[in-house]
Protein backbone atom coordinates (compact mmCIF):
# COMPACT_ATOMS: atom_id res chain seq x y z
CA UNK A 1 0.00 0.00 0.00
CA UNK A 2 1.28 3.43 -1.20
CA UNK A 3 2.38 5.64 2.10
CA UNK A 4 0.06 8.52 3.03
CA UNK A 5 2.60 11.22 2.25
CA UNK A 6 2.98 9.62 -1.41
CA UNK A 7 -0.82 9.42 -2.13
CA UNK A 8 -0.62 13.55 -0.30
CA UNK A 9 1.83 14.45 -2.82
CA UNK A 10 -0.28 13.27 -5.81
CA UNK A 11 -3.21 14.78 -4.75
CA UNK A 12 -3.75 17.52 -2.01
CA UNK A 13 -2.95 21.11 -1.67
CA UNK A 14 -1.91 22.12 1.77
CA UNK A 15 -3.16 25.68 3.64
CA UNK A 16 -0.05 28.32 3.98
CA UNK A 17 2.01 25.91 2.16
CA UNK A 18 4.81 26.65 -0.34
CA UNK A 19 4.88 23.36 -2.50
CA UNK A 20 8.00 24.18 -4.23
CA UNK A 21 9.75 24.07 -1.25
CA UNK A 22 8.77 22.75 1.87
CA UNK A 23 9.03 18.86 2.68
CA UNK A 24 6.47 17.02 2.26
CA UNK A 25 3.95 16.55 5.26
CA UNK A 26 4.12 14.74 8.21
CA UNK A 27 1.46 11.65 7.74
CA UNK A 28 -0.29 11.62 11.48
CA UNK A 29 -2.36 8.43 12.31
CA UNK A 30 -3.41 8.73 15.66
CA UNK A 31 -3.35 11.51 18.25
CA UNK A 32 -3.46 11.10 22.12
CA UNK A 33 -3.34 13.67 24.98
CA UNK A 34 -0.72 16.15 23.62
CA UNK A 35 0.68 13.60 21.42
CA UNK A 36 -0.23 13.07 17.59
CA UNK A 37 1.49 9.73 16.56
CA UNK A 38 3.58 9.84 13.02
CA UNK A 39 3.45 7.12 10.45
CA UNK A 40 7.07 6.39 10.80
CA UNK A 41 6.29 5.17 14.27
CA UNK A 42 7.33 8.46 15.81
CA UNK A 43 5.39 11.23 17.61
CA UNK A 44 5.82 14.83 18.88
CA UNK A 45 4.45 16.90 21.52
CA UNK A 46 1.48 19.15 20.07
CA UNK A 47 2.95 22.53 21.40
CA UNK A 48 0.87 24.72 19.30
CA UNK A 49 -2.59 22.52 19.79
CA UNK A 50 -2.54 22.06 16.25
CA UNK A 51 -3.00 25.73 15.25
CA UNK A 52 -4.39 26.74 18.46
CA UNK A 53 -7.47 24.43 18.75
CA UNK A 54 -6.72 21.63 20.80
CA UNK A 55 -7.65 21.94 24.58
CA UNK A 56 -8.03 19.04 26.24
CA UNK A 57 -5.50 16.81 24.16
CA UNK A 58 -6.04 14.27 20.61
CA UNK A 59 -9.18 11.92 20.52
CA UNK A 60 -10.29 12.91 24.37
CA UNK A 61 -12.26 10.16 25.43
CA UNK A 62 -15.47 12.15 27.05
CA UNK A 63 -15.78 13.94 23.99
CA UNK A 64 -15.64 11.05 21.99
CA UNK A 65 -18.21 9.38 24.15
CA UNK A 66 -20.49 12.25 23.72
CA UNK A 67 -20.16 12.28 19.55
CA UNK A 68 -20.59 8.18 19.55
CA UNK A 69 -24.09 8.90 21.50
CA UNK A 70 -24.88 11.97 19.13
CA UNK A 71 -24.07 9.66 15.79
CA UNK A 72 -26.12 7.81 16.86
CA UNK A 73 -28.92 10.33 17.11
CA UNK A 74 -28.60 13.01 14.57
CA UNK A 75 -26.08 13.58 12.27
CA UNK A 76 -26.97 16.93 10.57
CA UNK A 77 -30.30 18.95 9.74
CA UNK A 78 -31.11 22.05 8.29
CA UNK A 79 -31.00 25.28 10.97
CA UNK A 80 -33.64 27.56 9.02
CA UNK A 81 -36.85 26.86 10.67
CA UNK A 82 -35.48 23.75 12.64
CA UNK A 83 -33.36 23.53 15.69
CA UNK A 84 -32.01 20.50 18.37
CA UNK A 85 -31.11 20.07 21.28
CA UNK A 86 -27.25 20.18 21.20
CA UNK A 87 -27.62 23.92 19.76
CA UNK A 88 -29.86 25.22 22.36
CA UNK A 89 -27.97 23.56 25.55
CA UNK A 90 -24.68 25.15 23.93
CA UNK A 91 -26.10 28.67 23.07
CA UNK A 92 -27.48 28.60 26.87
CA UNK A 93 -24.13 27.49 28.19
CA UNK A 94 -22.36 29.66 26.42
CA UNK A 95 -24.41 32.77 27.17
CA UNK A 96 -24.16 32.12 30.94
CA UNK A 97 -20.30 32.14 30.21
CA UNK A 98 -20.04 35.25 28.34
CA UNK A 99 -20.15 38.59 29.53
CA UNK A 100 -23.86 39.47 30.90
CA UNK A 101 -24.69 42.01 28.01
CA UNK A 102 -24.47 39.00 25.30
CA UNK A 103 -27.87 37.53 24.63
CA UNK A 104 -28.13 35.57 21.46
CA UNK A 105 -26.06 33.06 19.47
CA UNK A 106 -25.42 32.72 15.66
CA UNK A 107 -23.58 29.30 14.80
CA UNK A 108 -21.51 29.18 11.90
CA UNK A 109 -18.35 27.25 10.46
CA UNK A 110 -15.35 28.58 11.74
CA UNK A 111 -13.44 31.95 13.05
CA UNK A 112 -13.47 33.79 9.73
CA UNK A 113 -17.36 33.20 9.39
CA UNK A 114 -17.68 34.09 12.85
CA UNK A 115 -16.06 37.34 12.00
CA UNK A 116 -17.80 37.74 8.39
CA UNK A 117 -21.56 37.25 10.42
CA UNK A 118 -20.06 39.73 13.26
CA UNK A 119 -19.62 42.53 10.44
CA UNK A 120 -22.76 41.79 8.77
CA UNK A 121 -24.39 41.98 12.06
CA UNK A 122 -22.98 45.21 12.93
CA UNK A 123 -23.63 47.09 9.54
CA UNK A 124 -27.14 45.69 9.21
CA UNK A 125 -28.07 46.56 12.65
CA UNK A 126 -27.19 50.46 11.77
CA UNK A 127 -28.96 49.87 8.41
CA UNK A 128 -31.87 48.60 10.00
CA UNK A 129 -32.01 51.57 12.54
CA UNK A 130 -31.31 53.54 9.04
CA UNK A 131 -27.57 54.77 9.87
CA UNK A 132 -25.81 54.09 6.37
CA UNK A 133 -22.30 53.15 8.64
CA UNK A 134 -20.37 50.44 6.68
CA UNK A 135 -17.17 51.08 7.70
CA UNK A 136 -14.96 49.21 10.46
CA UNK A 137 -12.16 50.28 12.47
CA UNK A 138 -9.64 47.54 13.12
CA UNK A 139 -5.85 47.54 14.64
CA UNK A 140 -3.19 47.64 12.76
CA UNK A 141 -1.22 44.29 13.13
CA UNK A 142 -4.39 42.08 13.58
CA UNK A 143 -5.90 39.21 12.08
CA UNK A 144 -8.99 37.80 11.50
CA UNK A 145 -9.10 35.62 9.08
CA UNK A 146 -9.00 34.49 5.57
CA UNK A 147 -12.43 35.40 4.12
CA UNK A 148 -12.26 38.77 2.11
CA UNK A 149 -14.57 40.08 4.61
CA UNK A 150 -12.05 38.89 7.72
CA UNK A 151 -8.97 40.21 5.37
CA UNK A 152 -10.27 43.38 4.95
CA UNK A 153 -9.99 43.57 8.98
CA UNK A 154 -6.50 42.04 9.06
CA UNK A 155 -3.31 43.71 9.31
CA UNK A 156 -2.45 45.07 5.13
CA UNK A 157 1.08 44.67 3.47
CA UNK A 158 1.70 40.87 5.17
CA UNK A 159 -0.32 37.18 4.08
CA UNK A 160 -3.03 38.76 1.92
CA UNK A 161 -0.86 41.13 -0.56
CA UNK A 162 -1.87 39.45 -3.28
CA UNK A 163 -5.73 40.10 -2.61
CA UNK A 164 -4.83 43.81 -1.53
CA UNK A 165 -6.65 45.50 -4.03
CA UNK A 166 -10.19 43.68 -3.57
CA UNK A 167 -10.62 44.50 0.05
CA UNK A 168 -13.05 46.43 1.85
CA UNK A 169 -11.82 50.10 3.14
CA UNK A 170 -10.65 49.41 6.89
CA UNK A 171 -9.65 52.55 9.07
CA UNK A 172 -6.76 51.07 11.00
CA UNK A 173 -5.57 52.51 14.27
CA UNK A 174 -1.89 51.78 15.30
CA UNK A 175 -0.60 48.12 16.63
CA UNK A 176 -1.97 48.21 20.34
CA UNK A 177 1.52 46.82 21.52
CA UNK A 178 3.12 50.15 20.16
CA UNK A 179 0.88 52.82 21.07
CA UNK A 180 -0.27 54.62 23.92
CA UNK A 181 -3.43 54.78 25.05
CA UNK A 182 -3.84 58.75 24.63
CA UNK A 183 -2.43 57.97 20.40
CA UNK A 184 -4.79 54.74 20.22
CA UNK A 185 -8.12 57.37 21.56
CA UNK A 186 -6.75 60.18 19.06
CA UNK A 187 -6.51 57.37 16.37
CA UNK A 188 -9.86 56.25 17.00
CA UNK A 189 -11.74 59.91 18.03
CA UNK A 190 -10.33 60.71 14.20
CA UNK A 191 -11.40 57.38 12.33
CA UNK A 192 -15.16 57.99 13.87
CA UNK A 193 -15.87 61.64 13.38
CA UNK A 194 -17.63 61.57 10.03
CA UNK A 195 -19.96 59.09 11.39
CA UNK A 196 -19.60 56.30 9.05
CA UNK A 197 -18.00 53.06 10.94
CA UNK A 198 -20.68 50.38 11.96
CA UNK A 199 -17.81 48.99 14.23
CA UNK A 200 -14.46 48.34 16.01
CA UNK A 201 -13.09 44.64 15.97
CA UNK A 202 -10.06 43.55 18.27
CA UNK A 203 -8.38 40.57 19.17
CA UNK A 204 -8.43 41.51 23.10
CA UNK A 205 -5.06 41.72 24.88
CA UNK A 206 -3.41 39.61 22.16
CA UNK A 207 -2.65 40.01 18.61
CA UNK A 208 -2.01 36.37 17.63
CA UNK A 209 -1.30 35.46 13.90
CA UNK A 210 0.51 38.99 14.16
CA UNK A 211 2.72 37.64 16.22
CA UNK A 212 1.41 36.78 19.81
CA UNK A 213 2.10 40.37 20.87
CA UNK A 214 0.26 41.32 24.20
CA UNK A 215 -1.43 44.96 25.07
CA UNK A 216 -3.15 46.26 27.92
CA UNK A 217 -6.67 45.70 29.10
CA UNK A 218 -6.67 49.48 30.12
CA UNK A 219 -6.01 50.94 26.52
CA UNK A 220 -8.99 48.62 25.18
CA UNK A 221 -11.21 49.83 27.69
CA UNK A 222 -10.61 53.42 26.64
CA UNK A 223 -11.08 52.49 23.35
CA UNK A 224 -14.62 50.98 24.25
CA UNK A 225 -15.78 53.77 26.08
CA UNK A 226 -15.12 55.73 23.06
CA UNK A 227 -17.01 53.70 20.76
CA UNK A 228 -20.02 53.63 23.39
CA UNK A 229 -19.76 57.48 23.35
CA UNK A 230 -20.13 57.58 19.37
CA UNK A 231 -22.81 54.23 19.24
CA UNK A 232 -20.55 52.09 17.37
CA UNK A 233 -20.70 48.83 17.85
CA UNK A 234 -17.41 46.51 19.16
CA UNK A 235 -16.88 43.73 18.21
CA UNK A 236 -14.25 41.19 20.19
CA UNK A 237 -12.48 38.54 18.08
CA UNK A 238 -11.65 36.05 21.16
CA UNK A 239 -11.95 33.47 18.20
CA UNK A 240 -7.38 32.76 19.30
CA UNK A 241 -8.02 34.01 23.38
CA UNK A 242 -11.10 32.00 24.26
CA UNK A 243 -11.69 29.08 26.28
CA UNK A 244 -8.78 29.26 28.98
CA UNK A 245 -5.82 30.37 26.77
CA UNK A 246 -5.44 33.83 28.31
CA UNK A 247 -5.95 32.14 32.33
CA UNK A 248 -9.62 33.32 32.31
CA UNK A 249 -12.19 31.80 30.71
CA UNK A 250 -12.55 35.16 28.15
CA UNK A 251 -10.09 37.64 27.63
CA UNK A 252 -12.92 40.09 27.81
CA UNK A 253 -13.38 39.00 31.82
CA UNK A 254 -10.27 41.57 32.08
CA UNK A 255 -12.10 43.92 30.84
CA UNK A 256 -14.49 46.50 32.71
CA UNK A 257 -16.24 47.43 29.26
CA UNK A 258 -18.20 44.80 27.71
CA UNK A 259 -18.12 44.09 23.81
CA UNK A 260 -21.35 44.55 22.06
CA UNK A 261 -20.42 41.27 19.57
CA UNK A 262 -18.49 38.42 20.57
CA UNK A 263 -17.13 35.78 18.25
CA UNK A 264 -16.10 32.30 18.83
CA UNK A 265 -13.93 29.15 17.25
CA UNK A 266 -11.39 26.79 17.24
CA UNK A 267 -10.98 26.06 21.01
CA UNK A 268 -15.33 25.79 21.00
CA UNK A 269 -15.36 21.74 20.03
CA UNK A 270 -12.14 21.60 21.99
CA UNK A 271 -10.24 21.01 18.65
CA UNK A 272 -12.67 18.15 17.42
CA UNK A 273 -14.80 19.43 14.53
CA UNK A 274 -15.33 23.22 13.12
CA UNK A 275 -17.57 25.24 14.64
CA UNK A 276 -17.57 28.82 14.58
CA UNK A 277 -20.04 31.04 16.96
CA UNK A 278 -20.80 34.95 17.07
CA UNK A 279 -22.87 36.29 20.23
CA UNK A 280 -24.60 39.67 20.48
CA UNK A 281 -26.58 41.87 22.34
CA UNK A 282 -30.42 42.11 23.12
CA UNK A 283 -30.06 45.40 21.36
CA UNK A 284 -28.53 44.17 17.93
CA UNK A 285 -30.96 41.15 17.85
CA UNK A 286 -33.79 43.99 18.35
CA UNK A 287 -32.54 45.76 15.24
CA UNK A 288 -33.37 42.81 13.42
CA UNK A 289 -36.64 42.41 14.37
CA UNK A 290 -39.35 43.53 11.91
CA UNK A 291 -42.41 43.06 9.70
CA UNK A 292 -40.59 43.30 6.44
CA UNK A 293 -38.41 39.99 5.82
CA UNK A 294 -35.75 41.47 3.94
CA UNK A 295 -34.60 43.06 7.62
CA UNK A 296 -33.17 39.78 8.85
CA UNK A 297 -29.49 38.58 9.02
CA UNK A 298 -29.15 37.40 5.49
CA UNK A 299 -26.21 34.26 6.82
CA UNK A 300 -26.60 30.88 6.79
CA UNK A 301 -24.52 28.13 5.84
CA UNK A 302 -25.13 24.56 5.24
CA UNK A 303 -23.72 23.14 8.28
CA UNK A 304 -24.88 25.68 10.54
CA UNK A 305 -25.29 24.50 14.16
CA UNK A 306 -23.93 21.05 12.99
CA UNK A 307 -25.17 18.57 15.84
CA UNK A 308 -22.10 17.04 16.18
CA UNK A 309 -19.93 19.97 16.28
CA UNK A 310 -22.45 21.36 19.03
CA UNK A 311 -22.12 18.41 21.08
CA UNK A 312 -18.30 17.93 20.73
CA UNK A 313 -18.60 21.67 22.42
CA UNK A 314 -20.74 21.13 24.92
CA UNK A 315 -18.24 18.00 25.92
CA UNK A 316 -15.70 20.05 26.27
CA UNK A 317 -16.99 22.71 27.98
CA UNK A 318 -17.82 20.00 30.50
CA UNK A 319 -13.79 19.29 30.41
CA UNK A 320 -13.09 22.63 30.57
CA UNK A 321 -14.99 23.24 34.06
CA UNK A 322 -13.03 20.10 35.89
CA UNK A 323 -11.16 21.84 38.64
CA UNK A 324 -8.57 18.82 37.07
CA UNK A 325 -8.25 21.14 33.87
CA UNK A 326 -8.55 24.35 36.09
CA UNK A 327 -5.95 23.43 38.20
CA UNK A 328 -3.63 22.21 34.54
CA UNK A 329 -4.36 26.00 33.43
CA UNK A 330 -2.65 27.20 36.61
CA UNK A 331 0.28 25.35 36.48
CA UNK A 332 1.10 25.62 33.04
CA UNK A 333 0.74 29.57 33.13
CA UNK A 334 3.22 29.00 36.13
CA UNK A 335 6.17 26.79 34.09
CA UNK A 336 5.33 29.38 30.94
CA UNK A 337 6.58 32.24 33.98
CA UNK A 338 9.59 30.49 34.64
CA UNK A 339 10.75 29.69 31.14
CA UNK A 340 9.55 33.83 30.75
CA UNK A 341 12.27 34.71 33.88
CA UNK A 342 14.67 32.29 32.78
CA UNK A 343 15.30 34.00 29.17
CA UNK A 344 14.78 37.35 30.06
CA UNK A 345 18.20 36.93 31.37
CA UNK A 346 19.20 34.84 27.80
CA UNK A 347 20.94 37.07 25.30
CA UNK A 348 19.91 35.73 22.14
CA UNK A 349 15.98 36.51 23.40
CA UNK A 350 13.91 39.05 23.76
CA UNK A 351 10.77 40.03 24.78
CA UNK A 352 10.04 36.64 26.68
CA UNK A 353 6.11 37.31 27.68
CA UNK A 354 3.45 34.72 29.05
CA UNK A 355 -0.51 35.48 29.36
CA UNK A 356 -2.59 32.71 31.07
CA UNK A 357 -1.02 29.42 28.66
CA UNK A 358 0.31 31.42 26.17
CA UNK A 359 4.03 32.23 25.83
CA UNK A 360 6.13 33.80 22.82
CA UNK A 361 9.51 35.26 22.77
CA UNK A 362 11.83 36.48 19.87
CA UNK A 363 14.57 34.97 18.28
CA UNK A 364 17.57 37.16 17.17
CA UNK A 365 19.80 36.03 14.78
CA UNK A 366 22.14 38.71 12.94
CA UNK A 367 21.39 39.11 9.01
CA UNK A 368 18.19 36.81 9.31
CA UNK A 369 15.26 38.64 8.86
CA UNK A 370 12.28 38.67 11.18
CA UNK A 371 9.42 37.98 8.58
CA UNK A 372 6.63 35.22 8.37
CA UNK A 373 8.75 34.30 4.97
CA UNK A 374 12.38 34.30 6.44
CA UNK A 375 14.77 31.03 6.28
CA UNK A 376 14.70 31.66 10.63
CA UNK A 377 11.29 30.27 10.79
CA UNK A 378 12.04 27.17 8.68
CA UNK A 379 15.20 26.66 10.50
CA UNK A 380 13.62 26.83 13.50
CA UNK A 381 10.14 24.42 12.72
CA UNK A 382 13.02 21.90 11.72
CA UNK A 383 15.06 21.80 14.39
CA UNK A 384 11.79 21.79 16.66
CA UNK A 385 10.69 18.58 15.32
CA UNK A 386 14.24 16.95 15.59
CA UNK A 387 13.42 17.58 18.49
CA UNK A 388 9.87 15.61 19.31
CA UNK A 389 8.02 18.92 19.04
CA UNK A 390 5.63 20.70 17.31
CA UNK A 391 6.13 24.46 17.33
CA UNK A 392 5.58 26.70 14.24
CA UNK A 393 7.21 30.26 14.75
CA UNK A 394 5.72 33.20 13.26
CA UNK A 395 8.63 34.74 11.77
CA UNK A 396 11.29 34.51 14.51
CA UNK A 397 8.38 34.69 17.12
CA UNK A 398 8.74 31.14 18.91
CA UNK A 399 5.31 30.55 21.03
CA UNK A 400 3.93 27.64 22.98
CA UNK A 401 -0.24 27.20 23.41
CA UNK A 402 -0.32 23.64 24.49
CA UNK A 403 -3.08 21.88 24.96
CA UNK A 404 -4.38 21.61 28.81
CA UNK A 405 -3.96 18.21 29.43
CA UNK A 406 0.10 18.73 28.68
CA UNK A 407 2.09 16.91 31.69
CA UNK A 408 4.91 18.70 33.01
CA UNK A 409 7.58 16.62 31.66
CA UNK A 410 6.14 17.02 28.27
CA UNK A 411 5.48 21.02 28.68
CA UNK A 412 9.74 20.74 29.87
CA UNK A 413 10.52 19.32 26.86
CA UNK A 414 9.12 22.11 24.76
CA UNK A 415 10.70 24.47 27.13
CA UNK A 416 13.78 22.44 26.90
CA UNK A 417 13.81 22.95 22.61
CA UNK A 418 13.30 26.30 23.01
CA UNK A 419 15.93 27.36 25.40
CA UNK A 420 18.33 25.25 22.84
CA UNK A 421 17.08 26.83 19.59
CA UNK A 422 19.20 30.03 19.60
CA UNK A 423 22.02 27.72 19.97
CA UNK A 424 20.77 25.00 17.43
CA UNK A 425 20.28 28.21 14.78
CA UNK A 426 24.03 29.48 15.32
CA UNK A 427 25.55 25.40 14.37
CA UNK A 428 23.13 25.01 11.49
C1 LIG B 1 -8.29 36.13 16.19
C2 LIG B 1 -8.64 35.24 15.04
N1 LIG B 1 -9.78 35.46 14.36
C3 LIG B 1 -10.16 34.67 13.33
C4 LIG B 1 -9.37 33.62 12.91
C5 LIG B 1 -9.78 32.78 11.75
O1 LIG B 1 -10.18 31.53 12.20
P1 LIG B 1 -10.30 30.30 11.17
O2 LIG B 1 -8.91 29.90 10.81
O3 LIG B 1 -11.02 29.24 11.94
O4 LIG B 1 -11.08 30.78 10.00
C6 LIG B 1 -8.17 33.37 13.58
C7 LIG B 1 -7.28 32.28 13.14
O5 LIG B 1 -6.15 32.16 13.53
C8 LIG B 1 -7.79 34.20 14.67
O6 LIG B 1 -6.65 34.01 15.34
Redesign the pocket.
Known sequence: MPKISQLDQQYVWHPYTQHALEQEPLAVVRGEGSKIYLEDGSSLIDGISSW?VNLHGHAHPHITARLNQQLLELHHVIFAGFTHRPAVELAEKLLHRLPGNQAKIFFSD???TA?EVAVKMAVQACLNRGRAARKVVAFSNS????TFG?MSLSARGGFFRPYEEMLLETRFLPAPSNSSGEESAEALEEALCQGDVAAFIF?PLVQ??GGMKFYSADLLNTLLSICRKHAVFTIA?E??TGFGRTGKLFACEYLKESPDIITL??GISGGTLPLGATSCTEEIFGCFLSDERARMLVHGHSYTANPLACAAALASLELLELEETKKSIVRIAETQNRLRDELAEAPDFTDARVLGTIFACELLQKGESGSYYSSLRDKLYRFFLSRGVLLRPLGNTVYCVPPYCTTEEELLQIHSAIRDAAQALKEL
Open positions: WNGSVYHGDAEGADVFSK
